[in-house]
């Protein structure tokens, strides 16, 4: 068997030994040794990868594997990996395994809860090491579909309404984004779908590429939170329990830049240099809109939800800057993002869990009553701010010197315009802080308030080391992304 499929297997015998456990000490002993198994398993393919590359081996992917599924259309179970998607998979294990303990005390339903978590998460994992464009397409599929239900059964507030427009809205990237796929196999001629083979025709026509990729990039846009399709993004965080709006933020938005870059400009790479102005604007749009709109949030997912908006459009920015740096910077700041993200909704639910309420304006003197949640939550907002040493530094710096690097004057405005967003962004961020954990406690439930538990800390403390481990040390990532973005930066370039 080869070793990406452990990544698809894992998650299948977490399903069966979920539909198997009886009492929640056996669904938990499921839970924590399945996420400790993936978890494993992407550090020890990291060190794989890493030692392929040292050793010299410059195939574009590693770690190969085909079998034919379905001859007609010649869809094959085709998976591989190259830098992006080792980090990719690294990022989706730590967000599964911190998930868990965030949903430790989970309740009621709580096996039908992890079933579903765990169903999406064997999406994702599967997006990420494949290399067919149809099984790219069915993994996207299983990791959006399991989000309805775990919205609207486990969620809070206007749950039902939230998890029926997320899932109407991506559906509907999905239906652009199935037109696209369709489009680029008939238009290629290729009598495969595996992308890479796609890719070296080279032979998809100018005119079908300015069709297929715009919907390409607006089906995978619509998850990555493009503008003005990014409404059900907010909506959906703040509604989701804690990790799902981990999980969700974390990584399956991720599926997003990663379809964008890694298929639609991939694939067609002539329309993309033709017609990236349009989506400039839109994620330019993206990345100052979702900022100011978190300065007028009262609500602590709310506000973290448009500040995602505006953190994933710089990944879309960025792809569409068509030059090395600033793509690398763009998979540093899905990497950055997911951390920061994760750890911020995590904190969140809860202080939620405790105060019984996420309105700013009830809330303040958390730092006496809670220090560690509190310290915890200090350290996420700078990492979101962009503080030196942390991972939001590293990621958005590099976005901005590599969108800078182009000599087009359209190109350096719109750079300058989505920096607007770091000034915005530490405003938002530092006002929260203040109002929050300083000042004199006056939540109805301050008698009761206690700081974190031990499985609640076992998931922050490992987020924070993670953001902290890239912003001191982004080298050895950045050149594993780095050689892996190149081959499709190189198709890019006129």
Known sequence: MNFLSIFVLIPLLMLAGLWAARGIKAIRGVMVTGASALLIASVVL??????????????????????????PLHISYSVGVDGISVAMLLLSAVIVFTGTFASWRLQPLTKEYFLWFTLLSMGVFGFFISVDLFTMFMFYEIALIPMYLLIGVWGSGRKEYAAMKLTL?????????????????FGSGATTMNLLEIAQLHNIPFAQQCIWFPLTFLGFGVLGALFPFHTWSPDGHASAPTAVSMLHAGVLMKLGGYGCFRIAMYLMPEAANELSWIFLILTGISVVYGA???????????????????????????ILMLNQT???????????????????????????????????????????????????????????????GLSGFIA?????????QNNNQFHRVLTIIACSSIVITAVYILRLVG????????????????????????????????????????????????????????????
Request: with cysteine.
């Open 396 to 404: 958005e710096m590099t976005i901005f010197v590599g969108s800078f």
């Open 46 to 71: 990291t060190f794989l990868y890493l030692g392929e590359r040292s050793a010299g081996n410059t195939a574009e992917m590693l770690f190969r594997a085909d079998t034919l599924w379905y001859a």
């Open 292 to 318: 100011f709109s978190a300065c007028v949030q009262t609500d602590l997912k709310y506000i973290n939800a448009y500040s995602s908006v505006s953190h994933c459009g710089l990944v879309l920015f960025a």
């Open 326 to 388: 600033a793509a690398t910077g763009a998979i540093l700041q899905m990497l950055s993002h997911g951390l920061m993200t994760a750890l911020f909704f995590a904190l969140i639910g809860m202080i939620y869990g405790r105060t019984h309420t996420r309105d700013v304006r009830e809330l303040a003197g958390l730092m006496k009553v809670m220090p560690f949640l509190s310290v915890c939550y200090v350290i996420a907002g700078l990492a979101n701010l962009g503080l030196p």
């Open 169 to 185: 809205m991506l559906m509907g990237g999905s239906a652009f984004l199935l037109i696209g796929i369709l489009g680029i196999y």
């Open 435 to 494: 109002k929050i954990l300083y000042g004199t406690c006056t939540n109805k439930h301050h008698l009761e308030l206690t700081d974190a538990t031990w499985d609640e800390r076992v998931a922050v403390i490992c987020l924070i080391v993670c953001v902290a481990g890239l912003g001191m040390a982004p080298f050895w990532v950045s050149h594993m992304i780095g050689e892996s973005v190149l081959p499709v930066v190189s198709q890019l370039i006129p």
